[in-house]
């Protein structure tokens, strides 16, 4: 083989592996937990899992997926800058199933969704496990401030609070959008007038328009091709 080629190889193979390598340690509910770069995407939510167990790895929750991103976002070196540029011009997926039931206008929050053969969130398993009382938060959408919300408002609204796992992941989603140029978060719930029969969904984050505002997104179907995402150790 050219001497060349080999060394080219070499390269790549160490660059790869010395990426692979690094590790991302951050605060959550308090614990410490290991995030790996590089992140994995751009792929669907049901490719995206398939590959963080081939690593052996676990897909993050929303709530994880909340400290992670709140305790690098802005910050210096490679990660960070990577965390950046996907919330500005892509975003992120956390593994939190979304499950509307438009008969009760509520909203139900169950952790690590499973995906149906089309790679959408499977809304036939999460009724099941709402059945079976796992759900970890449930939340009428009658009365609730949707929308653009003022980032010191965040903490206090009930899907903030319900999506990002308790006061502490809603508080962290309250700095993050204060960190943006509009200092505001919008939180985007699908018309649930429009469903005839319960709908399942996951929940995205990023930047809205290059950074002006801090983004959660309750209608991710779970297909869509550009998600990224972080393996936790």
Known sequence: MNICI???IY?????SENMEKKEMEFPHQRKTLIAIHPFFGPANSKTLQAEIKREKCKEP??????????????GKGLQAKDINEIMNKKYFVGFTGILFLPGKKEVCFIDHPAFDR????DVYDLETRLRLN????RISLENVETGSVPWDEIAKNPLFIA???GEEGAEKLAELA??????KGHIFVPEISNFSSPQARIPLLYSYDKGRSLTVSLNGSGFSVNSYTLGLL
């Open 178 to 183: 204060s960190r943006h140029s509009e200092k």
């Open 11 to 15: 390269s790549i193979t160490t660059f």
């Open 163 to 165: 999506v990002g796992g």
């Open 118 to 121: 089309g790679s959408v969130v």
């Open 6 to 8: 080999r060394n080219l």
């Open 61 to 74: 929750t929303f709530p994880e997926l909340t400290s992670f991103v709140h305790h690098y976002f802005d």
């Open 134 to 137: 796992e759900a970890r938060a």
